[in-house]
């Protein structure tokens, strides 16, 4: 299983394509949905939206139509 780690929904080995580590976190906070990431990174004023709050990494995202 993986699970987002911003809504916390389960996602088993067969739809590992719909979460994305996008950062250097492990373990529990390593998977996340893009959808939620994007969210997450669009209602935060802070530095959130240009790195993980979590280790610090700084998101290489590519823009997606």
């Not at 993986?2 to 250097?24: G, K, M, S, T, W």
């Not at 004023?45 to 290489?60: I, N």
């Amino acid at each position: 299983m993986y699970c987002c780690r911003i809504c916390f929904e389960d996602e088993p080995q067969c739809n590992r394509h719909l979460v994305i580590a996008p950062c250097q976190c492990r373990g529990t906070s390593k998977w996340v949905h893009r959808s939620c990431l994007d969210q997450w990174r669009s209602t935060r004023e802070d530095k959130a939206f240009a790195s993980c709050t979590e280790c610090k990494f700084k998101y290489s995202l590519i823009p997606t139509v």
